[in-house]
């Protein structure tokens, strides 16, 4: 299973909007509705954003939005502010209960 | 409140071998999914290994036959066995709980990887 591609950055003016692509194949991203985001800080514990495709868990700011068109995947931040700056890994459901990561995309906050 | 505290890191000569073992707790352990994710220093993410909550195990292939997951529900635990470590195996490990499970098969929302330990550092080197 080959990791998922994210450019490896993205960024923007606080307040802008910005959004950080996830491809994969149909094996994959185009298979399932099972796409996740994550944030991770430096030095920090990844923290899940989005689940399956657009749902975000509770305590997520309404900023964060995820969606799905074929085999890419696409996390959009809105109104970007300062703390939004981190890495940001999508994940996949593979098939056969497997897991698969994207390379991650450095979200820099101008 | 969730904790997941993973322990047994460390460092290891080429082709020795580690268990790590991942403490739960803030949560009925026996009724989630758990999984194993590293992430080599400055590097991405890479998901492992996941286990069921009845012990049915899943793989990735990079790893597949070297490592084995396991848990005992009765101690809220998650272990990984690493045997045969190379190099590109130094990474810290993190224990992640996955989804809740109503039953054998039934657990949702799919791929909810939602509380993470802070890592153990394993570390392969002569």
């Known amino acids: 299973q080959s990791a998922l591609t994210q450019p490896p950055s993205a960024s923007g003016s606080p307040g802008q909007s910005v959004t950080i692509s996830c491809t994969g194949t149909n094996s994959d991203v185009g298979g399932y509705n099972y796409v996740s985001w994550y944030q991770q800080h430096p030095g920090r514990a990844p923290k899940l954003m989005i689940y399956?495709?657009?749902k975000r868990p509770s305590g997520v700011p309404d900023r964060f939005s995820g969606s799905k068109s074929g085999d890419t995947a696409s996390l959009t931040v809105s109104g970007l502010q300062a703390e939004d700056e981190a890495d940001y890994y999508c994940?996949?459901?593979?098939?056969?209960?497997?897991?698969?990561f994207g390379g991650g995309t450095k979200l820099t906050v101008l | 409140e969730v904790q997941l505290v993973e322990s047994g890191g460390g460092l290891v000569h080429p082709g020795g071998s580690l268990r790590l073992s991942c403490a739960a707790s803030g949560f009925t352990f026996g009724n989630h999914d758990m999984h194993w994710v590293r992430q080599v220093p400055g590097k991405g993410l890479e998901w492992l290994s996941g286990i069921g909550m009845v012990g049915d195990s899943y793989y990735a292939a990079s790893i597949m036959g070297r490592f084995t997951i396991s848990r005992e529900n009765g101690k809220s635990s998650l272990f990984l066995q690493m045997n045969d470590l190379r190099a590109g195996d130094t990474a810290v490990y993190y224990c992640v709980r996955g989804s809740y499970c109503r039953s054998y098969g039934n657990c949702y929302p799919v791929g909810y990887f939602d509380s993470w330990g802070q890592g153990t550092l394993v570390t392969v080197s002569s």
């Open positions: 399956e495709v657009t």
């Open positions: 994940k996949s459901y593979g098939g056969s209960n497997t897991w698969v």
